[in-house]
């Protein structure tokens, strides 16, 4: 049975305020418990299909490490979450105008002593990106696991934002961050919303 998710409260307001104010925000406790264990069963149980992110069009990059599988329709439980931040791009349409049309987003597993090194999702606006997203779905995280999300904020001053389970990041596209060295198995769905068509 898959969770329903409609009854969600998302404080759209909240978040809105706070991509305005600052270029990013978080949602804490985002979704209900077990949709997040069925989910990060999901994930788990599909370990074996992802590949090398640093490998693209055969060339490898060794500005991350880590291993992701894009997300589609054989991976219900990642689709709430995308219809989910269906719904807030249509705040974000409504009030910022960002004319986001698509979704694209894939699973990604750091494990222990992978990182994703600084960089920007959109340089210089070269793509469609626009707001990218990242949900925590590992069941636990410590203080001392690294793996942290390093962001700069619209003003330029750094944020240092931990994993939680159950959290979801939300920052423009264009702001630098990386990911620091995970001690311990990370697990996340990264999400971008997007203002052209995905070509996926
Ligand atoms: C990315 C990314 C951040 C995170 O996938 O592009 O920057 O916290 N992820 O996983
Ligand atoms: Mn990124």
Redesign the pocket.
């Known amino acids: 049975m898959q969770p329903n998710l409609d009854d969600l409260t998302w404080n759209i307001d909240q978040i809105l305020d706070d991509l305005d104010q600052h270029g990013f925000a978080l949602i804490d406790d985002a979704y209900p418990e077990h949709y997040v264990h069925e989910l990060s069963n999901e994930c788990t149980a599909n370990l074996n299909r992802f590949r090398d ?1 640093a490998i693209q069009n055969g060339i490898v990059s060794n500005i ?1 490490s ?1 291993h ?1 599988l894009w997300i589609n329709d054989e991976l219900p439980l990642a689709q709430q979450h995308i219809h989910q931040l269906n719904q807030l791009a249509s705040g974000l349409n409504r009030n910022f105008f960002l004319g986001i049309k698509d979704i694209e987003a ?1 699973f ?1 597993c ?1 494990n222990a002593g992978e990182f ?1 090194a600084l ?1 920007r ?1 959109n340089p210089q606006g070269k793509n469609g990106r626009m707001i ?1 997203s ?1 949900f ?1 779905l590992h069941e636990q995280w410590q203080d001392n696991w690294g ?3 390093r962001l700069q904020d619209k003003h330029d001053q750094w944020h240092i ?1 931990s ?1 939680q389970p159950n959290r979801v ?1 939300l920052f423009q596209s264009d702001l630098m ?3 620091l060295l995970a001690k311990h198995q ?1 697990l ?1 769905i ?1 999400a971008w919303l997007r203002s052209d068509q995905n070509l996926f």
Do not use: F, K, N, Q
């Open positions: 992110a991350r880590d992701i894939h990604a750091y994703y960089h999702d990218s990242v925590y793996g942290e999300l934002i994993p990041a961050h990386e990911v990370r996340s990264t």
